[in-house]
């Protein structure tokens, strides 16, 4: 091992340039402090807003404190080395020619969430310079994040879903106009539907239109984040969240018990606010469900995990209704494949409710990444 006494050493990745950059550095402050400091050695590094890859200076707060969210500002610039032989960090000295190596690197931790870091991004560019990593590759971390494919891939797995329209003009990419999306989708659709950037998370840039006329607004908002957006119609039921582990040792993942979020009255939906600003939800960890719709979450949660082909971890979010026969109708809504690790997220608190307690999650989803290695294309 690279680090002192023979520790593994972690480089934990954080910040990033996509909105979620301060969910990001909350997640991974979580993360640091899980890991043991007799078996990892940490090396935090800091991506900033604008692209930067720094060592934070001391003191980097990774913490909502007071309602401020923490932002990665200053710090020594690095780099990762090209050379995969070399499998560490360099850093960047002001006037120099080439940087100068800092550290070897034994194993990445991206708590990354969003463009640049959890669609496949950075997971190529460490394939690229052969150092393992925690979590998907680069397929499953792309197609995760847009939603359209997500939707693609677990349609073609027979895994049920909401009705939705992605919006394109005539380049198949920008959708400003929201006129694309025509008098008989709507009519399909129904009202209320939510309007969504289609690779984007934590809620930014999503708005719930109850009335056509604040169509075009939403439409603006969410391309605002994204050219391509997805509209989506309302699947009115219970909002259940279920954590997906890769097995110790390969073989099937393994599923959480799920969790149940239930709005507080007068919160009309999960935006970002109630995500991580307001008390505005309360957590069932477990849900209360029936042992039916037990396996039947567990189940269809594995089958996404799989039919993305993702690895390490997920979080698979659902809707559970009740359909037109009065049967159960369980949908799928999302796959985060680099749920958030914030003290309120879900992914790790479902799974201590599963009996694996933070630091066994993070040593787990670490010792994985090491045993599996870098696999190029994935």
């Not at 200076?57 to 500002?73: H, N, W």
């Not at 971390?141 to 049920?160: H, R, V």
């Not at 209320?192 to 840039?205: C, L, Q």
Request: proline share 7%; charged share 20%; with cysteine.
């Amino acid at each position: 091992m690279s680090g002192q006494q023979g520790r593994v050493r972690v480089a934990v990745v954080f910040g990033g340039r996509s909105e979620e950059h301060a969910i990001s550095c909350i997640s991974a402050g979580s993360v640091m402090a899980a890991l043991d400091p007799e078996r990892y050695e940490v090396v935090p590094v800091g991506i900033a807003k604008d692209g930067r890859w720094v060592l934070p200076d001391p003191g980097q707060r990774l913490a909502l404190t007071d309602g401020a969210l923490p932002e990665v500002t200053g710090g020594t610039a690095v780099s990762l080395v090209g050379d995969p032989e070399a499998r560490g960090l360099a850093v960047l000295e002001p006037g120099a020619a080439v940087g100068r190596a800092l550290t070897e690197v034994d194993v990445v931790f991206p708590v990354l969430h969003g463009a640049f870091g959890e669609d496949g991004t950075v997971q190529g560019l460490l394939e690229m310079t052969g150092l393992p990593y925690v979590g998907s590759g680069v397929f499953a971390s792309a197609a995760s994040m847009d939603k359209e494919f997500t939707k693609k891939l677990l349609a073609a797995a027979g895994l049920p879903q909401g009705d939705h329209v992605v919006l394109r003009d005539e380049h198949g990419a920008v959708c400003a106009d929201a006129a694309l999306l025509g008098e008989a989708e709507r009519e399909r659709l129904g009202l209320p539907v939510f309007v969504k950037p289609a690779r984007a998370g934590s809620s930014i840039g999503i708005s719930k239109v109850t009335d056509w006329a604040q169509f075009p607004a939403a439409v603006a908002a969410a391309a605002a984040v994204d050219p391509k957006v997805i509209v989506e119609a309302a699947v009115p039921g219970r909002e259940i969240e279920c954590g997906v582990l890769a097995a110790r040792g390969g073989g099937l993942p393994e599923a959480s018990l799920p969790a149940e979020i239930r709005l507080r009255p007068g919160v009309d939906w999960y935006d970002f606010a109630a995500k991580y600003l307001d008390d505005a939800a309360e957590f069932d960890i477990p849900a209360d469900l029936t042992p039916g719709q037990l396996a039947a979450v567990q189940d269809t949660a594995r089958r996404a995990y799989l039919a993305l082909d993702c690895r390490g971890l997920a979080r698979v979010d659902f809707f559970l209704a009740p359909g037109p026969d009065g049967a159960d109708r369980l949908v799928v809504n999302e796959v985060n494949t680099m749920p958030g690790f914030t003290p309120i997220s879900m992914f790790a608190r479902m799974w201590a409710a599963s009996g694996v307690e933070f630091a066994e999650l993070v040593d787990r989803l670490v010792s994985g990444a090491l045993a599996g290695g870098a696999r190029p294309g994935r």
